[in-house]
């Protein structure tokens, strides 16, 4: 009898325990919100604890707490990878704020892939600035560490932007329809893409002329404003052109026989020139001594200056 009223009881209790809401089993504990990119979503095994849980909430990409700490409070992120610190200096080419990558054109020509985050720092004139200042077409100079296989950017230093740049080179392709200039770095082998602005000034010397003169081959100097895209060119001198004609004057610096080339100083314009002869003109290899002052009247073929013939400046009477 006293088995049967403890069962009774026993049924009753878990009848009023369910009409009763406060004393109800409670819902499952609603999951996390997903956790920022690349953030693990708890650091630990218990899921509800708030110190092993990363939320879009407890994570701001903030400037200054970004560059002074070199990681965020509870973000979950591993630390700084170790190892040597590289630094490379270019123009970044392309920023992927989603996947956290960007790829700079060095300054030597080629392109470095480089990954950041939160723990990447940013400084635009000393200062401390957000990630989402770097920017395309931004010249920048990033201390980096391998993480792995792939190169990971430490911090991010932004040039502040200049007004007018100055490059020259050669012409490998002008295309009026576009406006675009495709050129041969002086510096680098690598080809840069520039476009003509609406005002650009072309000169020859003293002489205005029209774009229909950037042939390939031509050499030039031109003056840039920096772009997002491609940078705008205001104005062209053409330096020289296929085919045409060239007079140099200055003092012999160095003479290749073998090679056929002849160096030239000019004092007055504090440049120096390389000259090629033919290397069979024996004639003309042996009146060329180091320090005479000679005139050298020669050809461009697009790639060089083609001696034609060789003056040797009268000596002064004492």
Do not use: W
Request: proline share 6%.
């Amino acid at each position: 009898m006293i088995r049967y009223l403890l069962s009774a009881l026993a049924l009753g209790a878990a009848f009023a325990a369910a009409q009763n809401p406060s004393t109800a089993a409670k819902d499952p504990p609603t999951p996390p919100l997903e956790a920022k990119r690349g953030v693990p979503e708890t650091m630990g095994s218990d899921r509800s604890s708030s110190a092993g849980v990363v939320t879009t909430d407890a994570i701001e990409r903030s400037s200054g707490a970004t560059a002074t700490q070199g990681l965020l409070p509870a973000t979950g992120l591993p630390p700084l990878p170790g190892g040597t610190v590289s630094l490379f200096g270019g123009m970044i080419q392309s920023v992927d704020h989603v996947r956290d990558r960007l790829v700079l054109q060095v300054f030597q020509g080629h392109r470095v892939p480089l990954l950041f985050d939160e723990r990447t720092q940013v400084f635009r004139d000393g200062k401390a600035v957000s990630l989402d200042d770097v920017q395309a077409g931004q010249r920048a100079y990033v201390d980096s560490t391998l993480d792995g296989t792939d190169v990971f950017a430490r911090s991010i230093r932004l040039e502040l932007p200049a007004t007018t740049g100055q490059s020259s080179g050669q012409v490998v392709e002008y295309r009026a329809d576009s406006g675009e200039l495709v050129l041969r770095d002086a510096i680098t082998p690598t080809t840069v893409k520039m476009r003509l602005g609406s005002g650009v000034k072309i000169n020859r010397g003293d002489q205005v002329t029209k774009s229909s003169e950037l042939t390939a081959g031509t050499l030039v100097s031109v003056a840039f404003a920096p772009s997002s895209k491609e940078p705008v060119v205001s104005q062209i001198t053409i330096l020289a052109s296929p085919g045409e004609s060239y007079t140099f004057s200055g003092q012999v610096a160095a003479v290749d026989v073998t090679r056929g080339l002849l160096v030239l100083e000019d004092d007055t314009r504090h440049k120096s020139y390389d000259l090629y002869f033919d290397p069979t003109a024996r004639q003309l290899g042996t009146q060329l001594k180091l320090g005479a002052n000679v005139t050298a009247k020669t050809r461009f073929d697009g790639k060089q200056y083609c001696v034609d013939a060789v003056t040797l400046a009268p000596v002064s009477a004492r």
